[in-house]
């Protein structure tokens, strides 16, 4: 075989694999977007909107997985990595908003790296619900969502060798850590301010009978 027919071979591979990579990268920014609407949606507690939203997300990582499958390199490239990390954040916060379980990597077909690292992040949108929560003085619902914190956040730590081996992993750790921290100072605090309001109110009316049993 002729040299020059060997590199039209190359180039033509090529000029595949770079269509390949824009059509890839296109779907991850779509997919990345639609999550993030989704997130949105369910912190306005527009459910089904946000599962509507996921399911069209989740036919580009559906494509998204078969494209990686065929060319692993670039898969490990990480092209599609924040599309899959930020619909693994959309999917487990939707499905603590509905009251199920925390689905698995495999359930919602993402790799598992990008599943932990979405995991950790769903640890920021808990503690914006919780906020929104203790605004609507729903204090035990805002408890809630700090549990869920801190149930991910220790599961996660507990095992160590995630921590060295996913990238970036340890530094969300250390951010969730501190959010964690500055959520449980705003719920206790609510707590505290719940209990003392119900404390003053409960004593203004055994004021108000003792004075209309005097009368």
Known sequence: MLLEDILNRIREHALRKDELRQEIQSLSRKTTRMSKQAIFLAHRDRVKEAKEMLNEAKLNIDKLNEMLKTHPDLFYAGLADPAFEEYA?????????????IPSHEEINVPDESYVLGLVDVIGELRRRSLDLIRRGDVEAAERCL?????????????DD???LISGLRRKCDISRRII??????????VRRSVLSNAMRELQKALESKINREE
């Open 89 to 101: 954040e959309a999917q487990v916060f939707l499905k603590i908003i509905m009251g199920g379980e």
């Open 147 to 159: 549990n869920i914190m801190e149930t991910i956040y220790n599961d996660i730590m507990s095992c």
């Open 162 to 164: 995630l921590l060295i």
């Open 181 to 190: 921290e500055a959520t449980r100072g705003d719920v206790t605090t609510e």
